[in-house]
């Protein structure tokens, strides 16, 4: 079984640019990859592609194709959907088809566009990550279900709105360097605790931003990348997927995310590694309380405890285990297709110490991207090493 | 690497049934899927599953969980999506993982809900699989692109409407003793020939219908089979994929499907056999002018020749090679997202000697399926053969 490298990854500024179309998305972010990695397209055996509302925001299904032609790739081309985990989903794939010799080169990314829905539209049109006949006709929306999430929380465990604020203003601390974030601009607990209310507990501050983007990422088996002498000193070295039940109702915990759990040990054990070799990792924060579930499911933080992580310093980028230090969804942004994508490229930077926040975790050598779909019905866990 | 067996199949029927939910419709295929394999539940490790334009019939995406759902499985799900090819792309991964030991056991199927959407509509939500840019808003649709294809194979090597009526003759004959069957009435060439014209050259009768239904298969590796002592004596030996220019204008020829002709030529390298092995194929007629091009890309006719293979009988049932015992999509049905899987399923009984056809071919061993997406812009192909 061949380590699985990461040779190049390329991300579009993430961000409201209603005009462009994701084919142009994804041609930015793929010409970047291949800068980066300096494989050749003709190399490329395999695109698997993350895109979650193309049907509804541009009319376009059959993505696979159609990006594999932006990329400039002659190649088969699959398009993977798991809601906001689409993209995690595709890696998943791309890891196991490279460690297994199906393929040496894969290109593996995602595309939203998003913005030119409106804000009314983009709401609606992220609903279908629910379950329409039992949530989204009932009222559901994803800050009302993650609301309730974080109530439920709150009730089980303590906790408050200036614990989840401490979040937000960890994230955008963090997304001050990062050129492709949404939002580079510092907030403060109060900016967060005087928002507008979305769904009580959370505001305005609490929730990720709606985001056009795209995220390439090129890997290559161990083999391809000593062949040609590629600069990839970070591994993909576990994989993991987990599932749960599409309905908030149909949980027997609204606050905790077994399939993130599921994911996690099914990654960690993938990698040979535990929770306590993790230096750092970019977690799914579409809303502030989704940071502390995705803490407690990776083992992270003990259950109930994960709430202080942020307000107590344990994640901040000087703390024991920076947590998205690329910004996070909620900074950066979440095109949704892209995101699983861009979290790998993110953790493959920090790792590599090329990314503009590598000095905050110099020694790390293990981090790890959580990506989730709905309300976590649907998780995907990558664990990443440095290699050579 | 391990053989992958087909242990068990569960269709619905495919039809007009537009109160179905699409859950609906793959429980009923998953329910007989584990009842004909005798696997139970809790020993599945993963569902890949495809669907098209679940977004826009149902308003529902992320399916994946969703489906697990229904299918009563508790194991992460992937849904995957190429148009009218993607169960096939679902199964394609799901051979790859169960053969290289990631699963053991792969719940792998599809779904689609149309006829709901009735015909204007569901027209207009087949459109998404073509270029939306480019093809859909320049008035193109898949009965006048498949429209083109057709005339330019007039155009380069003789044929004319006739033949392909020939084609659709054949199918609803085969699809007379498939209970699943949308269409079980025979039709005359006379019936074909004067049938309202939907697109010059082609009818009402070259085009198969809008169809609801579902398809399920229990795929185990080798190992799982022998020690549960399971009837599975038909493997998946051979995958393949391939992709094209998403745009017919971009195409080189208008009457040839490389797409087809790669994952044909890759699947066959796969299993170790040619095209002269091939006993019999279910292949993707969403048009009749589209078996003719499928049998030349398998290699299964010369290029030019596949025009005549039904009226010369070559293709029939009782043939040298029958094409599309079931009924094919033309008289079978065609629920995009479970096509690709619903031929597997016929594939492996037509071999194993369950199908109400299987008297056309008892001496046969090896089987393909071929599915594709859009004009042909992806395509899957599978060898299936009997191994015990």
């Excluded at 592609?49 to 299904?61: I, V």
């Excluded at 949980?251 to 929770?275: F, K, M, Q, T, W």
């Excluded at 703390?319 to 996070?328: A, C, M, Q, W």
């Amino acid at each position: 079984m061949s380590n699985v490298r990461v040779a190049g990854v390329g991300l579009t500024p993430f961000g409201s640019t209603p005009e462009r179309t994701g084919r142009d998305l994804f041609a930015e972010a793929s010409i970047k990859a291949f800068e980066d990695s300096g494989v050749p397209r003709d190399d490329v055996d395999a695109l698997l592609y993350g895109n979650f509302m193309g049907e509804l925001s541009e009319h376009q299904g059959h993505q696979g194709p159609l990006m594999a032609e932006a990329a400039g790739i002659q190649a088969p081309a699959t398009r993977y959907e798991s809601a906001c985990a689409s993209s995690g989903a595709a890696v998943r794939d791309a890891v196991m088809r490279v460690r297994n010799g199906e393929d040496d080169v894969v290109l593996v990314g995602g595309a939203e566009r998003m913005t030119n829905l409106g804000t009314a539209g983009a709401t609606e049109s992220l609903a279908i990550a629910a379950d329409d006949l039992w949530e989204v006709r009932a009222g559901t929306t994803f800050p009302g279900a993650y609301a309730l999430m974080a109530q439920a929380y709150f009730d089980e465990f303590g906790g408050e709105h200036e614990d989840l604020a401490h979040i937000a203003v960890k994230n955008h601390e963090n997304a001050l360097t990062n050129d492709k974030a949404q939002y580079q601009r510092a907030i403060e607990v109060a900016d967060v605790l005087e928002a507008p209310q979305v769904s009580s507990p959370l505001g305005l501050y609490d929730a990720c931003p709606i985001s056009d983007g795209a995220a390439a990422v090129v890997l290559t088996s161990e083999e391809y990348a000593d062949e040609h002498d590629l600069e990839a000193p970070v591994a993909i070295t576990g994989t993991g997927q987990g599932g749960d039940r599409m309905a908030l109702h149909d949980r027997e915990h609204l606050a905790r995310s077994p399939a993130a759990r599921e994911a996690g040990a099914e990654a960690y054990a993938d990698a040979g590694v535990d929770a306590t070799d993790v230096d750092l990792a970019e977690v799914h924060d579409c809303f502030t309380i989704a940071e502390v579930l995705a803490l407690e499911a990776l083992d992270l933080e003990p259950i109930g405890e994960g709430i202080t992580a942020a307000r107590d310093g344990r994640t901040t980028a000087d703390g024991e285990t920076p947590i998205n230090l690329s910004g996070g969804l909620k900074a950066k942004g979440h095109p949704v297709g892209a995101t699983g994508a861009s979290q790998i490229a993110e953790v493959a930077k920090l790792l590599a110490g090329t990314h503009p926040n590598s000095s905050a975790v110099e020694e790390a050598t293990t981090g790890v991207a959580h990506n989730a779909g709905g309300t976590v019905a649907s998780a995907t866990v990558h664990v990443l090493e440095v290699v050579e």
